[in-house]
């Protein structure tokens, strides 16, 4: 049961590397952006960032598909699986097949989860998907923390969702990204390795990564391999039926 608890609160993270609109979720856990640095200077490496990958291309995707391997390993158990991501506008679907299926799904106003009584961030709240979310308003740019002696920058959504990014000096895009939430009265931080893009259509999309994250006296290790990518690909409505 444990394994189970620690893998649908993953769920919810997993979905970091897509983009689309989700549903209401926890409550963000972590202080308020930092402003120790100019917030001109954030704002353009932001500008910098999205431009690296895809720019306007990435703003405008709708539909997005991402199918592949993972890899999870928890309380120093590896457990191979596949996972499967589909989003269309407000709406989402994803799947993790590892020991058992775990689903969620948004039909753009209910939410489905194979497994009640967790309220999980929206997907678009956490990770990559915020950067196409550059610039538009009530989406707070600001420098990283000075102790912090990275290149980066803070996107923090306007529900108060954050999400550290560390950028590439060489390419500006991103090599990681740093974040925390509460799921369930339990603060869970993640950190992502970004290994390997691809570029479909325009846009630079992470297709290899890394993810770790820490739930106070458990840590757990996932890799990802993403095999499949398809942006702005027609979705139908029955992909998206609660079950």
């Known amino acids: 049961?444990?394994?189970n608890i620690f893998i649908i609160a993953l769920i919810g993270i997993l979905t970091g590397g897509v983009l689309g609109q989700g549903s209401s979720g926890s409550r963000p856990s972590g202080p308020a952006p930092p402003s120790r640095s100019p917030a001109s200077s954030a704002q353009e490496l932001a500008k910098a960032t999205l431009a690296a990958h895809g720019g306007d291309k990435l703003k405008k995707v709708r539909t997005l598909v991402m199918k592949g391997s993972v890899d999870l390993n928890?309380?120093?158990q590896t457990m191979p699986g596949?996972?499967?991501t589909a989003i269309s506008g407000d709406k989402y679907f994803f799947e993790i097949v590892a020991v058992q299926s775990l689903k969620q799904v948004f039909d753009g106003k209910e939410t489905y989860s194979s497994l009640q009584g967790f309220s999980l961030p929206p997907v678009t709240s956490l990770g990559f998907p915020l950067l196409p979310r550059v610039g538009d308003e009530g989406y707070i740019i600001a420098a990283l923390d000075g102790k912090k002696k990275q290149r980066g920058f803070r996107i923090t959504t306007p529900?108060?969702?954050y999400t550290d990014?560390?950028?590439d000096e060489k390419t500006n895009q991103i090599k990681g990204y740093n974040s925390a939430y509460d799921v369930g009265g339990r603060i869970v931080t993640t950190s992502v390795e970004i290994k390997a893009y691809e570029v479909?259509?325009?846009v630079s999309v992470p297709?290899?990564?890394s993810q770790r994250f820490d739930l106070g006296g458990m840590t757990a290790y996932v890799s990802f391999k993403t095999k499949?990518?398809?942006i702005n690909s027609q979705i139908e409505d029955a992909a998206f039926a609660l079950q």
């Open 1 to 3: 049961m444990r394994r």
């Open 74 to 76: 928890v309380f120093n």
């Open 82 to 84: 596949a996972f499967s």
């Open 159 to 161: 529900e108060g969702f």
């Open 165 to 167: 990014f560390i950028v």
């Open 200 to 202: 479909v259509d325009g």
């Open 207 to 209: 297709k290899n990564y």
């Open 228 to 230: 499949t990518i398809q």
